[in-house]
């Protein structure tokens, strides 16, 4: 089946714990994206990646690393997680930077 | 700098009725995307729009595009309850940006 995988799900953690939320697709796509959605602010992206080895910031990237080693994987990194970061994440890819993208089921984080 | 702005972010609708939902974006984008999230899950795609006066139906649902205008209209007709969600545009220019969202609600 196609899609794009999130891990964890949900994650309560600490301010100032490293952490990394994984996405994983297995549609070959070459683009991948990191999302923010916050109420009353929509999605916000965060990250892209045109294709391997290749990363762009987006609207809100201060607080967030990514990388993009291998075709299929995306993961997000938070060095050192802040309270403000609280939200629920949405990992995506699409096969061309132009096209529609397909979304992971989402990574609700909470910092305390 | 793209801004995106949807109207209206709140919809109440009953059964039946036809309404539209506007999104107005502010500088040139070579496509626009529909998108729509049900409560608690993922965004899932339903168009995506390409040119000046494309026009995408599927079902009760039809988009268009005025990039003239810089405008593009999600038209539903005769609402069911199964299609109370939040739907979303998105323009992009280097990178996409989404509008706020416009969370429907269809009464039985």
């Known amino acids: 089946e196609a899609q794009v995988t999130q891990n964890p799900r949900y994650l309560i953690t600490v301010t100032g714990k490293k952490l990394t939320v994984t996405c994983s697709q297995n549609?070959?796509?070459?683009?991948m994206s990191w999302y923010r959605q916050d109420p009353g602010l929509g999605l916000r992206q965060i990250y892209y990646?045109?294709?391997?080895?290749?990363?762009d910031k987006g609207d809100v990237p201060e607080g967030y690393k990514v990388s993009r080693k291998e075709k299929r994987n995306f993961p997000l990194i938070l060095e050192s997680p802040s309270p403000n970061q609280t939200s629920l994440y949405f990992c995506?890819?699409?096969?061309?930077?132009?096209?529609?993208?397909?979304f992971g089921p989402g990574t609700r984080l909470l910092v305390l | 700098e793209l801004k995106v702005e949807q109207n209206p972010l709140f919809l109440s609708m009953q059964e039946g009725k036809n309404y539209t939902i506007y999104c107005n974006y502010s500088?040139?984008?070579?496509?626009l995307y529909w998108y729509r999230q049900d409560p608690g899950k993922s965004l899932e795609s339903l168009f995506v729009?390409?040119?000046?006066?494309a026009v995408k139906q599927e079902g009760r649902l039809m988009a268009s595009l005025d990039t003239k205008a810089r405008l593009s209209t999600l038209h539903i007709t005769a609402a069911v309850h199964d299609l109370s969600a939040t739907y979303f545009c998105?323009?992009?220019?280097?990178?996409?940006?989404f509008g706020k969202g416009t969370r429907l609600h269809i009464l039985p």
């Open positions: 990646s045109m294709n391997v080895e290749v990363t």
């Open positions: 995506a890819s699409s096969y061309g930077w132009q096209e529609t993208q397909y």
């Open positions: 729009l390409l040119s000046n006066g």
């Open positions: 500088t040139t984008s070579d496509r």
């Open positions: 549609m070959n796509h070459e683009y």
């Open positions: 998105a323009a992009r220019d280097d990178k996409i940006i």
